[in-house]
């Protein structure tokens, strides 16, 4: 998912979440003061984003969003920190299945046995 298509996303969300006009949604934007949100529409919002992003925003990050683009930040790094995660343990997996491959071949004595 490119960071273009989530702030894409992100800002669909603000819209449709605290009924804004998508045009008046830009990245430095106030969430709470400069859209006119109040503490609801903000919560629903990081939730909507938890559930379409699949991550978790904790307390702490929480309170650190204040504009769009800090949200949209935030969003980013979970993203590729997930992402990164699932690359390792993709190349873990193929080393799991060669190995594995390759003792079957031993055992299947279509390879010789070297130590």
């Known amino acids: 998912m490119s ?3 989530i702030k894409q996303d992100i800002y669909k969300i603000i819209s449709e979440s605290a009924v804004i006009d998508i045009k008046t949604i830009s990245d430095n934007k106030d969430m709470l003061n400069d859209l006119d949100m109040d503490s609801l529409d903000f919560l ?3 939730m909507k984003c938890e559930d379409k992003f699949n ?3 904790t307390d702490a990050e929480m309170e650190k969003i204040k504009t769009v683009n800090d949200l949209t ?3 980013n790094l979970k993203i590729g920190l997930f992402e990164s995660k699932l690359n390792k343990l993709d190349a873990t997996l193929r080393k799991i ?3 594995y ?3 079957q071949m031993i055992l299947d004595k279509k390879l010789p046995h070297v130590m």
Do not use: M
């Open 3 to 5: 960071t273009q298509n």
């Open 44 to 46: 629903y919002i990081l």
């Open 97 to 99: 299945n060669a190995d």
């Open 101 to 103: 491959n390759r003792r």
């Open 55 to 57: 991550i978790h925003i």
């Open 73 to 75: 930040n935030l969003v």
